[in-house]
């Protein structure tokens, strides 16, 4: 139970605003939201995480809504590299310090020239 | 990109032969992880080390044992390889920052496991 849903597959046009959303409607009040991405077979990348205020950084943006309830992640110029499979994850288990990400099945993002 | 080899990249082996899967890393971070990804199912945690020695469950652990000697090295045994075990196995380290909260996980570049 990856405690998320994600659309399996979006396009967009390079360039553009890539806007992958995710809901989390039963997130806890101290789970933080978190976003890998993965390209063909390499491993996992991280992006980006936040609690409850947007957060932005050199990758991406992250959009938390006020009820937490969703979010969306935000690449601003989508290039072509960008295509992967994005994965939102909510439910991290603090074991020891340890972080025990739960991936659910992400969304397949293919970007477009 | 942080410090972490896994090794081998590619390996092919039988049913019911042992198998060790090594991941190293540079950066010393104090957690490490061996996760498993398979269609349809995505990554799933098998084991993961909190420091020398300390290690704990996770999700899909039957079937393996971990073991973690020194803080750079954390080994994936598969005492007796099954064909279910046929999978890519990605290692990841992470540290706590100053304040003691996460930090991102990063990723090895996962080795390919064929059991016959």
């Known amino acids: 139970d990856a405690k998320t849903t994600q659309p399996p597959s979006m396009d967009c046009a390079e360039g553009r605003a890539a806007n992958l959303p995710c809901n989390h409607s039963?997130?806890?009040?101290?789970?933080?939201v978190y976003w890998y991405r993965q390209i063909h077979s390499q491993g996992p990348q991280y992006i980006i995480h936040?609690?409850?205020n947007n957060e932005t950084n050199e990758m991406a943006s992250l959009i938390i809504t006020e009820d937490r309830k969703s979010s969306t992640l935000i690449l601003p110029h989508a290039t072509l590299r960008d295509t992967a499979v994005y994965y939102c994850?909510?439910?991290?288990?603090?074991?020891?310090?340890?972080?025990?990400?739960?991936f659910g099945q992400g969304t397949r993002l293919t970007i477009n020239p | 990109d942080a410090g972490i080899t896994q090794s081998p990249r590619h390996k092919v082996t039988e049913t019911g032969t042992p198998v060790t899967l090594r991941c190293h890393q540079t950066?010393?971070?104090?957690?490490m992880y061996w996760y498993r990804q398979d269609p349809g199912h995505g990554l799933r945690l098998i084991h993961y080390?909190?420091?020398?020695?300390?290690?704990d469950k996770g999700e899909v652990s039957d079937g393996y044992s971990v073991s973690r000697s020194k803080t750079e090295d954390f080994l994936l045994t598969l005492e007796s390889a099954t064909s279910s075990q046929t999978s890519v196995y990605f290692c990841?380290?992470?540290?706590?920052?100053?304040?003691?909260?996460?930090?991102?996980?990063?990723f090895g570049p996962g080795t390919r496991l064929t059991v016959l």
């Open positions: 990841a380290i992470s540290e706590l920052d100053r304040a003691g909260s996460y930090n991102e996980q990063f």
């Open positions: 039963t997130i806890s009040g101290n789970e933080y």
């Open positions: 936040g609690l409850k």
């Open positions: 994850i909510v439910r991290v288990a603090r074991i020891q310090g340890a972080q025990k990400l739960v």
């Open positions: 950066e010393n971070h104090r957690y």
């Open positions: 080390s909190y420091g020398v020695k300390d290690t």
